[in-house]
């Protein structure tokens, strides 16, 4: 089912300076760590986070693309060896570890615990960003409430053999409740043809998919059907046998109310 657009909105500049990444020192032991996490994801005690990661339908390539880690215990590092002045720690559960790296540069590092809550922790300084904003090619743009959607929906767009769905960005900011900075991040949809929003289907999301349907008027949201009792992601909706590929072209081929017969 496909959910028309809001009225347009414009990408307003936000009435604060843009966002900065993480100073240099805090970006260089963000690297060192998303190394270890990434070797310790492949060895043999990160068997039960790969296998937890599979079972979402994430394959290997899709894993080793992004640079998906595991840290295996719980630690606390100094704050200098994150390049910080002398203060609270950086903390770093045992979970798997998610990179935001747009064009070399790392925005912040996220974690998903998977035996306790809360399910995600971001580590200390990281900034909000536009996570898998290079994977935007041309005018189809998707957006999904979550990284871990975003990498399945890109994997399953990847493998299509037909070239516009292929051809896809997908991207996300990593919580329906985020709200996209216009003056950092706008330049990357701005020439959007099409903006497909996938958010959680969990009545929790619906602030976040109006804020992105009213960016501009080519945006649509996807509410796919027949998900089960407690599911609510593009996850869920895959995983029982969805196609994610028709919901996606679906959305970039349907009639935008308001649209000329």
């Known amino acids: 089912e ?3 657009s809001a009225p347009a909105l414009p990408i307003a500049p936000a009435p604060q300076p843009p966002a900065s990444p993480p100073p240099a020192g805090w970006q260089a032991r963000a690297r060192v760590v998303t190394a270890r ?43 200098w060896r994150w390049g910080l002045p002398a203060g609270r720690a950086i903390y770093l559960p045992r979970g798997v570890l998610i990179p ?7 925005w912040g590092l996220k974690i998903r615990q998977l035996e306790r809550p809360p399910r995600y922790i971001q580590v200390r300084v ?14 189809l743009i998707c957006v999904t409430g979550g990284e871990l959607d975003g990498l399945l929906l890109h994997q399953v767009l990847q493998q299509d053999t037909h070239e516009p769905w292929s051809q896809a960005g997908v991207v996300t900011l990593g919580s329906a409740s985020a709200r996209l900075d216009g003056q ?8 959007a043809e099409r903006l497909v929003v996938m958010f959680d289907q969990d009545g929790r999301s619906e602030a976040g998919i109006r804020c ?27 995983l029982t046998g969805g196609d994610l590929v028709a919901q996606v072209a679906g959305a970039a081929t349907s009639v935008l109310p308001g649209s000329p017969p």
């Not at 790969?50 to 894993?63: I, N, P, V, Y």
């Open 2 to 4: 496909i959910v028309g």
């Open 37 to 79: 996490a990434v070797t310790d994801l492949w060895s043999p005690g990160g068997g039960h986070a790969l296998a937890w990661l599979h079972a979402r339908g994430l394959q290997d390539e899709t894993l080793q693309r992004w640079h998906i880690g595991y840290v295996p215990a719980d630690r606390h590092e100094a704050a």
């Open 100 to 106: 935001y790296e747009v064009e070399s540069v790392t």
């Open 126 to 139: 990281s900034q909000t960003a536009l996570y898998m904003a290079e994977t935007i090619r041309g005018g």
């Open 184 to 191: 950092r991040w706008g330049r990357w949809i701005q020439g």
């Open 212 to 238: 992105w349907t009213g960016l501009m008027p080519q945006a649509v949201a996807v509410r796919w059907p027949g998900l089960r009792p407690g599911d609510k992601d593009l996850t869920d909706y895959y």
